[in-house]
């Protein structure tokens, strides 16, 4: 229920201390929004470390977000306190700069460049799924997070990463935990205090810049081979106004690199999960693979037809949506929903929120992929999902993204069950993606 007590002062928790409320929102951030939102309605004001924040949850103020008045914001503070990993990259930049690189690199990714992608994507699954046994425990969150990091490497940048798979993940797990306190208001204390989690983060950034900068190296060294990479190499020369930096080089393969196979990890880490808890559903899904590929594998010509599989997706996508919170700060006031938003304010858009908003998803934690029918996705505003974002600032891999989720979760899902581990836990670790904090223990179990 929406409170409404002064048009231009947006409801809000009143009266507690900040330190509380950014205890609140540090524990559990994404707990914390969806109750903000189910009090106080589509519109809350509240301050986190001093700073007015406003929680937005309606579509139409999502679409002025991000779409309509899109150059009245700025990305967020906290992913700009990503900059000492991705540099000026495509998520952190801002103006003529992304509008720049967008040009650049929107080229790759337009759909008949990434069809050609597809094999590699199935090849690398199906490989997976050889070394496979039955009844084995694995970690499905390790599992994907190579898996997609193995594509990314060989079809954005020609570049083998399987053997440096497990040092990546490692140091992208220190990121993930020091992000608290690197991206965190406190940031430049726990800079000049040189903590332990700040000196580990460094040195996972060190890791990572270790592999892009070898595979620049080796683009540099074989030349042009029609990839990401030899594209923005070769912009430093084609570009007459100068080009394309190392460090920009740089900055735009760490983005991409990283961007491009955290999210559809997460993604297919969740819907494991989700099928292994809804077996109707699992059952399903199983005998649309096999009446569409009859046991062999997938290609990008089936993914049409395998339209509960992209329902499975798209729900899982909902229910834990991989990039699952973006903030902007606003230029000059704007408008939401009868109140006025002052200039300079943090502005969040949750899609965990969004999606668990039962106005628009009745019983908003169920696993229903019914929900992605053609009639029940039109009955919907456009801008009650938004798992890649909108506007200008579209996540630019969204097909790279679905194709690979899709030929993935049809490679493996046709040959195994994945079953929950008893004694493990399932928690829910919202960092700039949202992670399974222990990551997913499942036993795999032949189909």
Known sequence: MTIKTNLNSPPGPRGLAQPRLLLAFRRDPAGFLL?????????????LGGQPVYLLRHPDDVENVLVTNARNFLKGRRLQATKPLLGEGLLTSEDALHLRQRRLIQPIFHRQHIAGYGQTMVEQAARLSARWRDGETRDLAADMMALTMIIVGKTLFGADVESEAPEIGHAMQTLVDSFTIVAGPFA?????????????????????????YRMIGERRATGDKGDLLS??????????????????????????????????????????????????????????????????EPTVDDLPRLTYTRRVLSESMRLYPPAWIMGRTAIHPFEAQGYTIPASASIILSQWVMHHNPAYYPDPFKFDPERWTPEAQAARPKFAYFPFGAGPRLCIGEPFAWMEGLLILATLAQHWHMRPVPTHQVKLQPVITLRSKDGMRMTLKRR
């Open 188 to 212: 430049n204390l726990a800079e000049k205090l040189d903590l332990p989690s700040v000196r580990r983060a460094r040195q996972a950034v060190d890791r990572l810049n270790a592999t892009v």
């Open 231 to 296: 594209m923005l190499l070769a912009a430093q020369d084609e570009d007459g106004s100068g080009g394309m930096t190392d460090q920009q080089v740089r900055d735009e393969a760490m983005t991409l690199f990283l961007a491009g196979h955290e999210t559809t990890a997460n993604a297919l880490m969740w819907t494991w999960h989700l099928l292994s808890q809804n077996p109707g559903a699992e059952a399903r899904l199983h005998a649309e693979l096999d009446g569409v590929l009859g046991g062999r």
């Open 35 to 47: 109750k903000l939102a189910e009090r106080y309605g589509d519109v809350v004001h509240f301050k």
